[in-house]
């Protein structure tokens, strides 16, 4: 099983500043990565899919970059709305597709 | 315009089988290519995968729930329907279903809580 980690666990920053969240693969997983946005009780949002095209209506600020089996998202400006948690998932094979545990954006 | 919705018991007992209903609507099940996924996600903790349809011919599980896990759709009603048998309080989560056009979850319904009590 491919495990995904996630760092930091939490990022404290405050608006209008940039943010890079990383990923990275326990093994190649070529470009098969998504990025998801969850508020609070809500569905996991998909952000980014292919680990750089970004879904159609997410704002340009969130962009998503890979470096080998390192993957970043980077929301360039944090506005509000963007204070979250994050998950990356991997979908190389099946069986399983996997996620991260996930990083918590917050106010700093 | 594509939306799913979840359905099913709120609460089950440990032991029981839990079976739960995605209905879908904007694309028929069926469709090459477009796959259903169920997701569940436990309170606090990161979702996991559990279980994809694509067709009769095409379904795939998880592994570390295989023997529990059936999914199957109907697609005179556009539904997929995931059952999970012996739940425990483990089983407790908020299960999503999902389309899944190609590994990532484009659309998600809003979910559903199920509670497992022993």
């Known amino acids: 099983e491919i495990v995904l980690t996630q760092s930091p666990a939490i990022l404290s920053v405050s608006p209008g500043e940039r943010a890079s969240l990383s990923c990275r693969a326990s093994?190649?997983?070529?470009?098969?990565l998504a990025w998801y946005q969850q508020m609070p009780g809500q569905a996991p949002r998909l952000l980014i899919y292919?680990?750089?095209t970004r879904v159609t209506g997410i704002p340009a600020r969130f962009s998503g970059s890979e470096s080998g089996t390192e993957f970043t998202l980077t929301i360039s400006s944090l506005q509000s709305e963007d204070f979250a948690v994050y998950y990356c998932q991997q979908y190389l094979n099946w069986p399983p597709w996997t996620f991260g545990q996930g990083t918590r954006v917050e106010i700093k | 315009q594509i939306t799913l919705k979840e359905s099913g018991p709120a609460a089950v007992k440990a032991s029981e089988t839990l079976t739960l209903t995605c209905s879908v609507s904007g694309f028929s099940l069926g469709d090459s290519g477009r796959g259903v996924g169920w997701i569940r996600q436990a309170p606090g903790k990161a979702p996991e995968w559990l279980a994809l349809?694509?067709?009769?011919?095409?379904?795939r599980y998880t592994p570390s729930l295989r023997r529990r896990l059936t999914i199957y759709g109907d697609t005179s009603k556009n539904e997929v329907v995931l059952r999970l048998v012996n739940v425990d309080p483990g089983d407790t989560a908020t299960y999503y279903c999902?389309?899944?056009?190609?590994?990532?979850?484009?659309?998600w319904g809003p979910g559903t809580l199920v509670t497992v009590s022993s």
């Open positions: 999902t389309y899944t056009p190609g590994g990532w979850s484009y659309n």
């Open positions: 093994q190649s997983i070529a470009s098969n």
């Open positions: 349809y694509f067709r009769d011919n095409d379904r």
């Open positions: 292919g680990a750089v």
